[in-house]
């Protein structure tokens, strides 16, 4: 009876392992191997690349947050974008996100 074959657990724990795989296996196990790290190196890019941040006028602010304009403009908790002036105030959206998150 002919053992089972090595994962890539059993490998990635015990490399001499793969010494135990036949040609055939050794091909599908590298081209899974390729497949994988190229998925991984993708995930790892996607991860990596930050959107850019909008800068947001009270009404799109307001839209984001599910309140009126208004709400938006009495609040002074809101965090602005520095510049910002109470005639022409600027949110900034991922800060407006964090605010969020952060539970109001």
Same mark, same amino acid.
């Given at each position: *009876?002919?053992?089972?074959?090595?994962?890539? !657990? !059993?490998?990635? %724990?015990?490399? $001499? #392992?793969?010494? @135990? /795989?036949?040609? +055939? +296996? /050794?091909?599908?196990? *590298?081209?899974? %191997?390729?497949? =994988? $790290?190229?998925?991984?190196?993708?995930?790892?890019? $996607?991860? %990596?690349? @930050? &959107?850019? !941040?909008?800068?947001? /006028?009270? @009404?799109?602010?307001?839209? /984001?947050l599910g =309140?009126?304009? &208004?709400? =938006?403009? #009495?609040?002074?908790?809101?965090? #602005?974008?520095?510049? $910002? %002036?109470?005639?022409?105030?600027?949110?900034?959206?991922?800060?407006l996100l +964090?605010?969020? @998150?952060r539970g109001?």
């Amino acid at each position: *009876m002919k053992p089972p074959v090595p994962t890539f !657990d !059993d490998i990635a %724990t015990a490399p $001499s #392992r793969a010494a @135990e /795989l036949s040609m +055939e +296996e /050794l091909v599908h196990m *590298m081209a899974k %191997t390729a497949i =994988v $790290s190229a998925a991984l190196a993708s995930a790892q890019i $996607s991860a %990596t690349i @930050e &959107e850019p !941040d909008q800068i947001l /006028l009270p @009404e799109q602010a307001a839209a /984001l947050l599910g =309140v009126s304009r &208004e709400a =938006v403009l #009495r609040n002074r908790k809101l965090p #602005r974008l520095k510049g $910002s %002036t109470a005639r022409k105030p600027r949110y900034s959206r991922r800060r407006l996100l +964090e605010y969020l @998150e952060r539970g109001r």
